[in-house]
């Protein structure tokens, strides 16, 4: 079973930073699946905003592609979201989760707790 805990959200104003952290634990053959970071904002449905291929490839959501940044350290068994320039409509709890595939935006495994994210002057 692996857990996934999130954390590194908070308030921030628009056009500041944050640095989200997403660690793995348990028996998580953590390196060899492509993983994801999600958000879900009040009323709307989670959405994937940005994946990491167990060899590093990227790719993200058109909404934040040039400001968001996925990063994985396969032997801290953690992935990272730096997140630029961030805008009002960035807020929401964040999450991060394993992927059925690379090229697929569905989830695959156990949701963590989330993180909030709030963006506001």
């Known amino acids: 079973q692996v857990q996934l805990v999130e954390s590194g959200g908070g308030l921030v104003q628009p056009g500041g930073s944050l640095r989200l952290s997403c660690a793995a634990s348990?028996?998580?053959?953590?390196?060899?699946?492509?993983m994801g970071w999600y958000r879900q904002a009040p009323g709307k449905q989670r959405e994937l905003v940005a994946a990491?291929?167990?060899?590093?490839?990227?790719r993200y959501v058109d909404s934040v592609k040039g400001r968001f940044t996925i990063s994985r350290d396969n032997l801290k068994n953690t992935v990272y979201l730096q997140m630029n320039s961030l805008k009002p409509e960035d807020t929401a709890v964040y999450y991060c989760?394993?992927?059925?595939?690379?090229?697929?935006?569905?989830?695959?495994?156990?949701w963590g707790q989330g993180t909030q994210v709030t963006v506001s002057s």
């Open positions: 989760n394993k992927l059925l595939d690379y090229y697929s935006d569905s989830p695959f495994g156990s």
């Open positions: 348990g028996r998580s053959m953590f390196s060899i699946y492509p």
């Open positions: 990491i291929s167990s060899g590093g490839s990227t």
